[in-house]
Structures are given as structure tokens and as C-alpha cells.
């Protein structure tokens, strides 16, 4: 779930604190065997990559007191041939080993909250486990096609756990039904950064508007975090996690608190350009300042709606991102919408439209607008889609511009 840097091995050079907390009791552990089993988790970062967290197994050998970290989440953008596949929706992650040395001050210099959990496995499940990872991690086995919720380093990690005590996982938690969806948990991730909250739910499409179960929820490391110290093993009812520790408190304030100027800025211009390209002929109705911007507002709406619409088009039919296929918002921002952008230009610089093309322009947003009503009476049936808010926005702007058009005699 999270990029391994280049300059990661720059990590040893620093010597950092860490702060350890004990959680909880301390059941009895099983150690007679050389393997000692922990689950490392790492919280949410500031940056977009490290929003969700990220979570990691470690095998601690007893005897010879070697800590080998295995990262389900590895991945790298450097080659250019791997840019253009992951573009096309194949993500190709791998299992990696570090030392815990190593990847515990990674962490620790960036600023995160790390957790280790040991658990209570017997000398043959500690066996099975570090086994399993090690031959996973084989030049042939280490590669994966990642899928965000379905199919990531936690997931992994969860399966792993799940198979060697017997479904203890999945037997309390794969029936138990949640009020949440992926949606939700996606939004929460991103609290803080509007764009690119704004932008990626846009994208993603009816496959995360599901109904989830608590075992789906465990794609995040956070929620199984906790959900691990809810497990029991077998009839004897022994915790899963032997001990649970804190080794590292991120500082400062939370994650999500700060907004970006940037986006604040950003999100301040199209606002008002909006409301002025759109208000301003309803307001002052013809005006030539007030035909320029209504100009400038169908520019705007064509650039974003347009190029919105075609984004979601090439998402579905040329790559295998499949969270983003079937999306609604095509109904409600077509890629035609680009066209707007032509009597847009023209407003802006000539304050003039031929009587035809503005009979057009009125039709063609009338028409938008019905499409906008088919894809919300599909949400009586099976269609699912939590696109409300794309919905609302279109339905005002694609409003305004009719009337603005209809108030502003142009011809």
C-alpha cells in the first residue's frame, strides 16, 4: 500500500528514539519453537501515497536474533515502461525483506505511528508462517496484481494469519456486516486534501458503493489492528495477540487537520469564476461584460466537465482499473460537454453567438440535464453509486448556463 523510496537505505544514517507503550495484558506466548511472529503497522501519513497506512510482518528468529521485515507493498515508479502499465491499471506489487532496523527508523523519521503486535502462534504455526513468507519472497513468487481494496498488502498479510489458525479471522468477521462501504473509508483517507478527494471519488465508479462485511474492511492496516486484538484461537479461547506495543507516537497535529494552500487557492478561483461566469447574466442579464462571463464560466465548465467525462471513457475502456469502470458521472459530465468550449471562447473574446447556436446550446443543456434525471432514477433499481455531489454540481451549472443563455438575448 506504500511506495518504498529509492533513497530508503539513507534511512540508517539516522538514529532515531522510539517511544514503546505496553497496551494491554500479556497472555501467555508460545516460545518453543526459533520463531517468533509480530505484525507491524504503520498509521497514515501526510502525503497522498501514505493516507491509508501501511502494514508489514516480521519474523523474529530466537535463536539467532535476526528480525526480517516482508512488505506485501513495494513498488516503484523509476522504470518508464512500469509508469505507462501502471497507468493502464497493471499494478505489479512485490514482496520485499529489510531488516526491522532498517524499516522501523524509515518510519520513525517520517513522522508515524508504529505498532507491534506479537502474536500468540504455536511453534508449528510460526513455522508455517515464516515459511510461507520466504518462499513467497522467491525472485518467481515475490510479484502480484495489486488491487487497492481487494487485494493489497494488508489483505496479504490478514490471509496469511487467517490460514494458519484455521479461519480464526474470517470465522468472526467475514459475516459481519458493516454500515460503511469503500466510499466512505476512501473519503476518510483523503480528509484534508479536497483536490485530490474531489478528483479520485469522482473516478471511482459503483464498485466501491457495495455493501461490505468487517473482513472487507480489513484492506485497511488501521482496522486490522484492531480487529487482531478481537481474535481468539481455537476452543481455548487464547488471545491471537500476545502483546501489543506502541513503539513510535507521530507528533504534531492530526493527520487531515491542514488543508493545503494550494487547494484552498485553487478551489477559491473556480468558485468565484463559477459564480461570476454564471451569476452574473442572471443578475445583470445583457450586459456585454456580463455575455464575456458567461463565456469565461462555459470555458470552465466545458474544461472540466468535458474533460472529466473523457477521462472516465478512457479509464473504462483502456485500462484495467476496474474500481473506475461503469461510472455513472459519464451520465452526468459526457465528454461532449468539450464542445461548450467553442461558443465559450466566443463569448469571452466577442460577446456575440449566432441565434442558431444558442437555440443549440439550450437544447444540448436540456438534454444534459435529462441524462442527469436517467442516471438518478437508476438509483431506484441496482445502481448504486454514491455520486451525489458531482450530480448536485451539474444540475446547478448545466441550470445557470440554460438561463443565463435564455436571459441574455446574444443575436
Known amino acids: 500500500?506504500?511506495?518504498?523510496?529509492?533513497?530508503?537505505?539513507?534511512?540508517?544514517?539516522?538514529?532515531?528514539?522510539?517511544?514503546?507503550?505496553?497496551?494491554g495484558k500479556k497472555p501467555h506466548v508460545h516460545q518453543n519453537g526459533p520463531y517468533r511472529i509480530h505484525v507491524i503497522t504503520i498509521g497514515p501519513g501526510e502525503e497522498l501515497f501514505t493516507r491509508f497506512g501501511h502494514i508489514a510482518m516480521m519474523v523474529e528468529n530466537t535463536a539467532t536474533n535476526e528480525k526480517r521485515v516482508y512488505n506485501f507493498g513495494t513498488f516503484t515508479f523509476d522504470d518508464p515502461e512500469l509508469r505507462i502499465k501502471y497507468a493502464r491499471g497493471f499494478l505489479n506489487y512485490w514482496l520485499s525483506v529489510a531488516s526491522f532496523d532498517l524499516f522501523f527508523s524509515y518510519y520513525a523519521e517520517m513522522n508515524r505511528d508504529v505498532?507491534?503486535?506479537?502474536?500468540?502462534?504455536?511453534?508449528?504455526?510460526?513455522?508455517?508462517?515464516?515459511?510461507?513468507?520466504?518462499?513467497?519472497?522467491?525472485?518467481?513468487?515475490?510479484?502480484?496484481?495489486?488491487?487497492?481494496?481487494?487485494?493489497?498488502?494488508?489483505?496479504?498479510?490478514?490471509?496469511?494469519?487467517?490460514?494458519?489458525?484455521?479461519?480464526?479471522?474470517?470465522?468472526?468477521?467475514?459475516?459481519?456486516?458493516v454500515p460503511r462501504d469503500f466510499r466512505y473509508w476512501t473519503a476518510t483517507a483523503l480528509d484534508g486534501l479536497p483536490i485530490y478527494k474531489s478528483v479520485?471519488?469522482?473516478?471511482?465508479?459503483?464498485?466501491?458503493?457495495?455493501?461490505?462485511?468487517?473482513?472487507?474492511?480489513?484492506?485497511?492496516?488501521?482496522?486490522?489492528?484492531?480487529?487482531?486484538?478481537?481474535?481468539?484461537?481455537?476452543?481455548?479461547?487464547?488471545?491471537?495477540?500476545?502483546?501489543?506495543?506502541?513503539?513510535?507516537?507521530?507528533?504534531?497535529?492530526?493527520?487531515?487537520?491542514?488543508?493545503?494552500?494550494?487547494?484552498i487557492v485553487v478551489l477559491m478561483v473556480l468558485g468565484l469564476l463559477m459564480v461570476v461566469g454564471f451569476g452574473a447574466?442572471?443578475?445583470?442579464g445583457n450586459k456585454k461584460w456580463s455575455r464575456r462571463c458567461l463565456g469565461a464560466g462555459l470555458v470552465l465548465w466545458g474544461l472540466l466537465?468535458?474533460?472529466?467525462?473523457?477521462?472516465l471513457l478512457a479509464y473504462w475502456t483502456l485500462t484495467t482499473h476496474y474500481d473506475t469502470h461503469y461510472n455513472e458521472n459519464?451520465?452526468?459530465?459526457?465528454?461532449?460537454?468539450?464542445?461548450?468550449?467553442?461558443?465559450?471562447?466566443?463569448?469571452?473574446?466577442?460577446?456575440?453567438?449566432?441565434?442558431?447556436?444558442?437555440?443549440?446550446?439550450?437544447?444540448?443543456?436540456l438534454g444534459a440535464l435529462a441524462l442527469i434525471s436517467v442516471d438518478i432514477l437508476l438509483k431506484i433499481g441496482p445502481f448504486i453509486q454514491g455520486n451525489w455531489a458531482p450530480i448536485v454540481l451539474a444540475i446547478a451549472l448545466n441550470t445557470a448556463a440554460f438561463f443565463g443563455l435564455q436571459r441574455t438575448e446574444i443575436e
Open 305 to 311: 466537465a468535458g474533460l472529466g467525462g473523457l477521462m
Open 115 to 177: 505498532w507491534l503486535q506479537t502474536l500468540n502462534l504455536s511453534e508449528a504455526q510460526a513455522k508455517d508462517v515464516a515459511h510461507r513468507l520466504e518462499i513467497n519472497s522467491l525472485p518467481e513468487n515475490r510479484y502480484y496484481a495489486y488491487r487497492h481494496y481487494l487485494d493489497n498488502c494488508c489483505t496479504r498479510i490478514r490471509d496469511v494469519i487467517d490460514d494458519v489458525t484455521d479461519g480464526a479471522i474470517s470465522k468472526k468477521f467475514k459475516k459481519q456486516s
Open 330 to 365: 459519464l451520465l452526468v459530465n459526457p465528454f461532449l460537454h468539450m464542445w461548450l468550449i467553442g461558443p465559450g471562447v466566443m463569448l469571452l473574446f466577442r460577446a456575440r453567438l449566432g441565434g442558431r447556436t444558442v437555440k443549440f446550446m439550450r437544447w444540448y443543456l
Open 1 to 23: 500500500m506504500l511506495k518504498i523510496l529509492p533513497v530508503f537505505a539513507a534511512v540508517l544514517l539516522f538514529t532515531v528514539g522510539a517511544r514503546a507503550h505496553d497496551t
Open 200 to 263: 479520485i471519488l469522482y473516478s471511482l465508479g459503483p464498485a466501491i458503493d457495495k455493501p461490505l462485511t468487517r473482513w472487507d474492511e480489513e484492506f485497511l492496516p488501521a482496522v486490522l489492528l484492531e480487529d487482531l486484538d478481537k481474535v481468539t484461537l481455537g476452543k481455548s479461547g487464547v488471545p491471537l495477540v500476545a502483546s501489543k506495543r506502541l513503539l513510535v507516537e507521530r507528533h504534531g497535529s492530526p493527520i487531515g487537520a491542514q488543508v493545503p494552500t494550494i487547494d
Open 281 to 284: 447574466p442572471l443578475i445583470v
